[in-house]
């Protein structure tokens, strides 16, 4: 990867990252929103029912039929979250024209059909289509109403909405049910316009491209320059107070689900993060790490076990699958393994292990335009730039120390028990 380049256009923040590594060009657009209690349902939607068509694709079918005459085209979209910020997005991938033959501009003519989709929704009198909302309202209450289905997803949800009660980053991407409906066509548009006019807007083009034409082919496709643009939204970071919560669940389950949330005291954009990303894959990030080792492998207690970082808000859950009445053994022994980090008994190969899988994962996730997207929003929403060479170089150096010390600073806060 060379240097991006970078340009803001009518207050929208355009960065090329030109490569000769694929042949297909990925061009990723997010608005970075606020999660808050009273926008959060309708922000979410919103993806879905603009892509119900534009104004020059006026319905679901035609934008597919185009994305299909420009070479199979995709336009992926959905909502994403980071920490307290939102994030509706859409991602398009095209093959690079110069892998066709002749001399048509297919970039040129995606770009004309995603700025479409953006800038250009189908309104009628002012508002989105109401029997369209209708339709994608029920579609999003079935999103939103699966989690409950899937218990292990279900049961993260709940800790994290145990855990971060009064904070904005324990809300859901998707919403919630009950806000639906009350959403309207013009409420909706509402919703479209003060984001469109006052969300910051990053848009990010990854393949073998020529940043003047990418500049060009964007700068006559974008809204006017919007006025009152907000600055990117503040991360909340997570600081823990009082006791450690205990929360039980009751449902008709046959696998009880225990989940556990940590406060790590360090965030993404802090010099020592790479070490909590090393602590964590000793601890639970994978097949040689403590817990499954010694809580699935040797005491056969759970049917899964693992811990994952949020690192914008400095948290750390460990979920994990036991039958219920395991429960007081199968904590016991996840406490013994963060009390052994504690005291520095981690070996030279546990080190090792933890390592080489980090950056495996990093190696492999070079070949992915959609990871460079992603860790550019990263920097964006910490003011922290880490590339995947960058966090290679940075877990290479991360010693039993540095682990040590992060070890020490991980306060349990909250213990969630889905059973039945």
């Known amino acids: 990867m060379i240097t991006p380049q970078v340009r803001n256009l009518n207050g929208i923040d355009l960065m090329v990252i030109p490569t000769d590594q694929f042949k297909i060009t990925t061009i990723g657009v997010q608005f970075l ?21 534009s104004e020059r694709f006026p319905t679901a079918d035609a934008i597919q039929k185009e994305l299909a005459r420009l070479y199979g085209a995709s336009l992926a979209f959905g909502v994403g979250k980071k920490g307290s910020v939102q994030l509706p997005s859409f991602t398009l991938k095209v093959v690079n024209e110069k892998f066709l033959g002749g ?24 508002a989105f289509n109401a029997e369209e909302v209708n339709k994608e309202k029920e579609q999003h209450r079935k999103r939103i109403e699966s989690l409950f289905d899937d218990k292990m997803a279900f049961a993260a949800e709940r800790c994290l909405e145990e855990m971060g009660k009064g904070y904005r980053f324990s809300l859901s991407r998707q919403g919630t049910a009950p806000q639906l409906g009350a959403i309207t066509g013009e409420s909706l548009a509402h919703t479209y316009l003060n984001m469109q006019n006052h969300c910051p807007v990053q848009v990010m083009i990854v393949g073998n491209v020529d940043p ?18 907000r600055i990117i939204p503040q991360l909340e970071r997570f600081a823990a107070q009082g006791d450690v919560k205990q929360v039980v669940d009751k449902q008709d ?101 933890a390592k080489q899988s980090l950056l495996n994962q990093y190696r492999t996730a070079n070949d992915s335009p959609d990871t460079v997207i992603d860790l550019e929003i990263n920097s964006k929403l910490t003011g922290r730039g880490r590339t995947l060479d960058s966090l290679i170089e940075d877990v290479n150096q991360v010693t039993l120390e540095d682990v040590t010390n992060i070890a020490q600073r991980i306060k349990e806060n909250t213990v969630y028990f889905l059973r039945n």
């Open 253 to 353: 389950i046959n696998q009880g689900k225990l989940n556990i949330g940590y406060q790590t005291s360090t965030t993404y954009e802090q010099e020592d993060y790479p070490a909590l990303v090393v602590y964590n894959a000793i601890l639970g990030g994978s097949a040689t790490s403590k817990l499954f080792i010694n809580v699935r492998e040797k005491a056969s207690l759970c049917y899964y076990v693992r811990s994952r970082l949020d690192g914008f808000s400095g948290l750390m859950y460990i979920q994990s699958g036991i039958e219920v009445e395991n429960f007081d053994q199968a904590k016991q022994i996840i406490d013994q393994q963060l009390e052994a980090m504690r005291k520095g008994e981690i070996s030279e190969t546990e080190m090792h292990f």
């Open 103 to 126: 001399n048509e501009d297919v970039f040129g003519q995606s770009v004309s059909l995603l700025s479409d989709v953006l800038f250009h929704p189908h309104f009628t009198g002012g």
């Open 33 to 53: 929103v606020p999660l808050e209690e009273e926008t959060h349902t309708a922000n979410a939607l919103l993806p879905y029912v603009m892509m119900r068509g």
């Open 212 to 229: 003047d034409s990418v500049f060009s082919a964007w700068q006559n496709l974008l809204p006017a320059a919007r006025s009152q643009t």
